[in-house]
Protein backbone atom coordinates (compact mmCIF):
# COMPACT_ATOMS: atom_id res chain seq x y z
CA UNK A 1 0.00 0.00 0.00
CA UNK A 2 1.29 3.21 -0.80
CA UNK A 3 1.80 5.96 2.68
CA UNK A 4 -0.84 8.01 2.99
CA UNK A 5 1.07 9.42 5.89
CA UNK A 6 4.23 9.39 7.31
CA UNK A 7 5.18 10.65 10.57
CA UNK A 8 8.03 9.94 13.21
CA UNK A 9 7.89 6.99 15.54
CA UNK A 10 9.63 6.54 18.57
CA UNK A 11 9.46 2.86 20.45
CA UNK A 12 9.74 2.32 23.94
CA UNK A 13 12.40 0.22 25.79
CA UNK A 14 12.42 -2.07 28.70
CA UNK A 15 10.37 -0.90 31.68
CA UNK A 16 7.31 -0.48 29.50
CA UNK A 17 5.67 -4.55 29.66
CA UNK A 18 2.65 -5.20 31.34
CA UNK A 19 0.95 -7.90 31.60
CA UNK A 20 -2.23 -7.85 29.00
CA UNK A 21 -0.16 -6.41 26.09
CA UNK A 22 -0.41 -6.89 22.59
CA UNK A 23 -3.85 -9.38 23.76
CA UNK A 24 -6.47 -7.44 21.63
CA UNK A 25 -4.55 -7.48 18.59
CA UNK A 26 -3.27 -11.54 18.85
CA UNK A 27 -6.16 -12.48 17.21
CA UNK A 28 -6.29 -9.36 14.53
CA UNK A 29 -6.71 -10.06 10.81
CA UNK A 30 -3.74 -8.92 8.94
CA UNK A 31 0.05 -9.10 9.34
CA UNK A 32 -0.41 -8.38 13.03
CA UNK A 33 -2.09 -10.92 14.61
CA UNK A 34 -0.10 -12.87 12.11
CA UNK A 35 3.51 -12.17 13.37
CA UNK A 36 2.27 -12.67 17.11
CA UNK A 37 0.82 -15.79 16.28
CA UNK A 38 4.57 -16.60 14.90
CA UNK A 39 6.26 -15.16 17.99
CA UNK A 40 6.14 -18.73 20.05
CA UNK A 41 7.20 -20.76 17.31
CA UNK A 42 10.03 -18.55 16.59
CA UNK A 43 11.62 -18.48 20.09
CA UNK A 44 10.86 -21.56 20.97
CA UNK A 45 9.12 -20.56 24.28
CA UNK A 46 5.92 -19.65 25.25
CA UNK A 47 5.82 -15.80 25.21
CA UNK A 48 2.66 -15.02 23.95
CA UNK A 49 0.99 -16.24 27.18
CA UNK A 50 3.27 -14.89 29.15
CA UNK A 51 2.51 -11.57 27.30
CA UNK A 52 -1.21 -11.42 27.56
CA UNK A 53 -1.61 -13.71 30.88
CA UNK A 54 1.67 -13.34 32.77
CA UNK A 55 2.55 -13.42 35.86
CA UNK A 56 4.45 -9.90 35.88
CA UNK A 57 7.72 -10.67 37.49
CA UNK A 58 8.17 -13.93 34.54
CA UNK A 59 6.94 -11.01 32.16
CA UNK A 60 9.61 -8.92 33.98
CA UNK A 61 12.32 -10.80 33.31
CA UNK A 62 15.55 -9.26 31.22
CA UNK A 63 14.80 -12.04 28.66
CA UNK A 64 11.40 -11.91 28.23
CA UNK A 65 10.48 -8.28 28.81
CA UNK A 66 12.72 -7.37 25.79
CA UNK A 67 11.40 -9.71 23.21
CA UNK A 68 8.07 -8.95 24.71
CA UNK A 69 7.98 -5.61 24.13
CA UNK A 70 9.55 -5.70 20.89
CA UNK A 71 7.03 -8.09 19.43
CA UNK A 72 4.15 -6.15 20.19
CA UNK A 73 6.00 -2.53 18.59
CA UNK A 74 6.40 -4.40 15.57
CA UNK A 75 2.91 -5.81 15.75
CA UNK A 76 1.61 -2.35 15.75
CA UNK A 77 3.89 -1.00 12.98
CA UNK A 78 2.16 -3.90 10.90
CA UNK A 79 -1.21 -2.95 12.02
CA UNK A 80 -0.40 0.72 10.62
CA UNK A 81 1.31 -0.14 7.73
CA UNK A 82 -1.60 -1.76 6.67
CA UNK A 83 -3.90 1.62 7.03
CA UNK A 84 -1.30 3.17 5.26
CA UNK A 85 0.66 4.82 8.30
CA UNK A 86 4.39 4.49 7.65
CA UNK A 87 7.51 6.38 9.73
CA UNK A 88 9.15 9.49 8.12
CA UNK A 89 12.13 8.77 10.48
CA UNK A 90 12.29 6.37 13.41
CA UNK A 91 14.41 6.16 17.17
CA UNK A 92 13.71 4.11 19.88
CA UNK A 93 14.82 3.54 23.41
CA UNK A 94 17.35 0.99 24.20
CA UNK A 95 15.86 -2.66 22.94
CA UNK A 96 13.52 -0.03 21.40
CA UNK A 97 16.21 0.44 18.44
CA UNK A 98 15.58 -2.97 17.64
CA UNK A 99 12.12 -2.46 17.22
CA UNK A 100 13.00 0.80 14.90
CA UNK A 101 15.53 -0.83 12.93
CA UNK A 102 12.35 -3.50 12.12
CA UNK A 103 9.66 -0.73 11.15
CA UNK A 104 12.87 1.11 9.00
CA UNK A 105 13.44 -2.19 6.92
CA UNK A 106 16.68 -2.80 8.39
CA UNK A 107 15.83 -5.81 10.58
CA UNK A 108 12.81 -8.67 9.27
CA UNK A 109 11.11 -8.84 12.46
CA UNK A 110 11.71 -12.15 13.48
CA UNK A 111 15.73 -11.83 12.99
CA UNK A 112 14.48 -8.34 16.01
CA UNK A 113 13.19 -10.86 17.85
CA UNK A 114 15.60 -13.48 18.18
CA UNK A 115 18.45 -10.84 18.67
CA UNK A 116 16.28 -9.02 21.42
CA UNK A 117 16.23 -12.51 23.08
CA UNK A 118 19.64 -13.06 22.76
CA UNK A 119 20.83 -9.67 23.98
CA UNK A 120 18.32 -10.11 26.95
CA UNK A 121 19.61 -13.61 27.70
CA UNK A 122 23.34 -12.00 28.03
CA UNK A 123 22.28 -9.21 29.77
CA UNK A 124 20.55 -10.88 32.47
CA UNK A 125 22.97 -13.38 32.92
CA UNK A 126 25.37 -10.75 33.27
CA UNK A 127 23.56 -9.20 36.24
CA UNK A 128 24.21 -12.46 37.86
CA UNK A 129 27.48 -13.24 37.06
CA UNK A 130 28.68 -9.35 38.05
CA UNK A 131 25.44 -7.97 40.13
CA UNK A 132 25.04 -4.24 39.03
CA UNK A 133 22.16 -1.58 40.20
CA UNK A 134 20.23 1.46 38.56
CA UNK A 135 18.88 4.56 40.05
CA UNK A 136 16.46 7.39 38.09
CA UNK A 137 17.78 10.98 39.71
CA UNK A 138 15.36 13.48 38.94
CA UNK A 139 15.33 17.27 38.93
CA UNK A 140 19.53 17.53 37.74
CA UNK A 141 21.17 18.38 34.68
CA UNK A 142 22.74 15.78 33.29
CA UNK A 143 26.40 17.73 33.62
CA UNK A 144 26.19 17.58 36.99
CA UNK A 145 25.30 13.68 37.68
CA UNK A 146 28.03 13.03 35.25
CA UNK A 147 30.35 15.12 37.54
CA UNK A 148 29.03 13.35 40.92
CA UNK A 149 29.70 9.51 39.19
CA UNK A 150 33.19 10.52 38.74
CA UNK A 151 33.76 11.56 42.28
CA UNK A 152 31.55 8.41 43.70
CA UNK A 153 33.47 6.21 40.81
CA UNK A 154 36.83 7.00 42.10
CA UNK A 155 35.99 6.12 46.05
CA UNK A 156 33.55 3.08 45.59
CA UNK A 157 33.72 1.87 42.24
CA UNK A 158 31.81 1.83 38.55
CA UNK A 159 29.25 4.72 38.45
CA UNK A 160 28.27 5.98 34.72
CA UNK A 161 25.10 8.55 33.69
CA UNK A 162 23.39 5.56 31.34
CA UNK A 163 20.30 7.06 29.98
CA UNK A 164 19.80 11.25 29.51
CA UNK A 165 15.91 10.17 29.03
CA UNK A 166 14.79 14.43 29.81
CA UNK A 167 15.81 17.67 31.02
CA UNK A 168 14.65 16.47 34.31
CA UNK A 169 16.00 12.58 34.51
CA UNK A 170 19.33 10.73 34.20
CA UNK A 171 19.39 7.31 35.20
CA UNK A 172 23.23 6.02 36.28
CA UNK A 173 24.05 2.57 36.69
CA UNK A 174 27.15 0.55 38.06
CA UNK A 175 28.49 -1.90 40.77
CA UNK A 176 25.61 -2.11 43.75
CA UNK A 177 27.74 0.23 46.17
CA UNK A 178 28.66 2.97 43.52
CA UNK A 179 25.16 3.36 42.65
CA UNK A 180 24.24 3.18 46.91
CA UNK A 181 26.90 5.26 47.58
CA UNK A 182 25.86 8.03 44.84
CA UNK A 183 22.41 8.24 45.78
CA UNK A 184 23.08 10.62 49.32
CA UNK A 185 25.63 12.32 46.95
CA UNK A 186 23.47 13.39 43.94
CA UNK A 187 20.88 14.25 46.78
CA UNK A 188 23.18 16.83 48.36
CA UNK A 189 24.43 18.18 44.88
CA UNK A 190 20.71 19.23 44.73
CA UNK A 191 18.73 16.30 42.84
CA UNK A 192 14.62 16.40 43.63
CA UNK A 193 14.84 12.48 44.14
CA UNK A 194 16.74 9.44 43.55
CA UNK A 195 14.93 5.83 42.64
CA UNK A 196 16.68 2.79 42.59
CA UNK A 197 15.08 0.75 40.02
CA UNK A 198 14.11 -3.17 39.72
CA UNK A 199 16.55 -4.05 36.95
CA UNK A 200 18.62 -7.25 36.87
CA UNK A 201 22.00 -5.51 35.99
CA UNK A 202 24.20 -2.65 35.15
CA UNK A 203 22.68 -1.82 31.88
CA UNK A 204 24.73 0.82 29.63
CA UNK A 205 27.61 0.64 31.96
CA UNK A 206 31.15 -1.38 31.42
CA UNK A 207 30.09 -3.80 33.80
CA UNK A 208 28.54 -5.47 30.68
CA UNK A 209 31.49 -5.23 28.50
CA UNK A 210 31.89 -9.19 28.12
CA UNK A 211 27.95 -9.57 27.30
CA UNK A 212 28.94 -6.85 24.58
CA UNK A 213 31.48 -8.65 23.24
CA UNK A 214 29.27 -11.85 22.92
CA UNK A 215 26.32 -10.30 21.45
CA UNK A 216 28.82 -8.25 18.97
CA UNK A 217 29.30 -11.63 17.46
CA UNK A 218 26.45 -13.02 17.53
CA UNK A 219 25.25 -9.35 15.77
CA UNK A 220 27.22 -10.19 13.17
CA UNK A 221 25.52 -13.42 12.22
CA UNK A 222 22.02 -11.27 11.51
CA UNK A 223 21.05 -9.61 8.21
CA UNK A 224 21.01 -6.09 8.37
CA UNK A 225 20.24 -3.86 5.30
CA UNK A 226 20.01 0.06 5.34
CA UNK A 227 17.74 1.52 6.73
CA UNK A 228 14.77 3.09 4.38
CA UNK A 229 14.22 6.17 6.97
CA UNK A 230 16.64 7.24 9.23
CA UNK A 231 17.59 6.13 12.35
CA UNK A 232 18.38 7.61 15.24
CA UNK A 233 20.97 6.18 16.69
CA UNK A 234 20.96 5.73 21.00
CA UNK A 235 24.99 5.84 21.02
CA UNK A 236 24.88 8.93 19.02
CA UNK A 237 22.15 10.99 19.07
CA UNK A 238 23.00 11.09 15.06
CA UNK A 239 20.60 9.60 12.37
CA UNK A 240 22.06 6.72 10.49
CA UNK A 241 21.44 5.78 7.22
CA UNK A 242 23.28 2.41 6.30
CA UNK A 243 23.75 -1.24 7.53
CA UNK A 244 27.35 -0.52 8.70
CA UNK A 245 26.37 2.22 10.36
CA UNK A 246 23.83 0.83 12.47
CA UNK A 247 25.58 -2.26 13.52
CA UNK A 248 28.20 -0.62 14.80
CA UNK A 249 25.44 1.25 17.16
CA UNK A 250 24.07 -2.06 17.86
CA UNK A 251 27.43 -3.24 19.32
CA UNK A 252 27.98 -0.30 21.52
CA UNK A 253 24.52 0.00 22.47
CA UNK A 254 24.74 -2.29 25.75
CA UNK A 255 27.64 -0.63 27.37
CA UNK A 256 27.23 2.90 26.40
CA UNK A 257 24.55 5.52 27.46
CA UNK A 258 21.37 5.89 25.85
CA UNK A 259 21.87 9.49 24.75
CA UNK A 260 17.48 9.94 24.95
CA UNK A 261 17.04 13.74 25.47
CA UNK A 262 18.97 14.39 22.76
CA UNK A 263 17.55 12.39 20.53
CA UNK A 264 14.12 13.94 21.00
CA UNK A 265 15.82 16.65 20.54
CA UNK A 266 16.67 16.35 17.26
CA UNK A 267 13.26 14.88 16.11
CA UNK A 268 11.54 17.92 17.64
CA UNK A 269 13.38 20.31 16.07
CA UNK A 270 12.32 19.25 12.43
CA UNK A 271 13.34 15.83 11.57
CA UNK A 272 9.85 15.13 9.22
CA UNK A 273 7.85 16.29 12.28
CA UNK A 274 4.76 18.26 9.71
CA UNK A 275 1.99 17.98 10.84
CA UNK A 276 3.62 18.25 14.93
CA UNK A 277 2.98 14.61 15.55
CA UNK A 278 5.08 12.04 16.79
CA UNK A 279 3.84 8.79 17.49
CA UNK A 280 5.10 6.08 20.52
CA UNK A 281 4.60 3.00 19.11
CA UNK A 282 4.27 -0.08 21.40
CA UNK A 283 3.06 -0.64 24.70
CA UNK A 284 2.91 1.92 27.36
CA UNK A 285 3.31 5.58 27.32
CA UNK A 286 6.60 6.52 28.95
CA UNK A 287 8.49 8.24 26.46
CA UNK A 288 5.48 10.02 25.75
CA UNK A 289 5.42 11.02 29.31
CA UNK A 290 9.22 12.16 28.96
CA UNK A 291 8.86 14.52 26.55
CA UNK A 292 4.88 16.00 26.49
CA UNK A 293 6.66 19.07 28.91
CA UNK A 294 10.09 19.79 27.00
CA UNK A 295 7.81 19.65 23.58
CA UNK A 296 5.01 21.32 24.10
CA UNK A 297 4.58 22.49 20.42
CA UNK A 298 4.88 18.58 19.23
CA UNK A 299 1.76 16.52 20.07
CA UNK A 300 2.94 12.86 21.29
CA UNK A 301 0.67 10.17 20.27
CA UNK A 302 0.92 6.74 21.99
CA UNK A 303 -0.48 3.71 19.42
CA UNK A 304 -0.09 0.22 21.37
CA UNK A 305 -4.00 -0.95 21.22
CA UNK A 306 -6.04 -1.87 18.77
CA UNK A 307 -8.37 1.30 19.22
CA UNK A 308 -5.24 4.04 19.03
CA UNK A 309 -4.41 2.40 16.03
CA UNK A 310 -7.94 2.32 14.31
CA UNK A 311 -8.16 6.26 15.43
CA UNK A 312 -4.52 7.33 14.02
CA UNK A 313 -5.87 7.54 10.28
CA UNK A 314 -8.54 10.39 11.01
CA UNK A 315 -6.21 12.25 13.68
CA UNK A 316 -3.44 12.64 11.03
CA UNK A 317 -5.88 13.49 8.29
CA UNK A 318 -7.48 15.92 10.81
CA UNK A 319 -4.07 17.65 11.18
CA UNK A 320 -2.94 17.60 7.49
CA UNK A 321 -6.37 19.46 6.45
Known amino acids: MTARFRVPMI ?10 MAADLVERPGAAGDFLRSVDDCLGIPLLKLMTEGPLEKLTETHHAQPAILAHSVAVVLALRELGIEPSLVAGHSIGEYSAAAAAGALAPLDALRAVRRRGELM ?13 VLGL ?3 KVAAVCREVAAAHGVVVPANHNSDAQVVISGEVAAVAAAGPALTAAGAKRVIPLNVSGAFHSPLLEGAAATFGAYLATVPLADPAVPLIANVSAQPVTTAAALADGLGRQLTAAVRWHETMDHIAAGGGVVPPFVVEVGPGKVLTGLAKRTYPQVQFLAVGTAAEIEALPALLAGAAN
Open 141 to 143: PAD
Open 124 to 136: FAAGTEVPGAMAA
Open 11 to 20: FPGQASQAVG
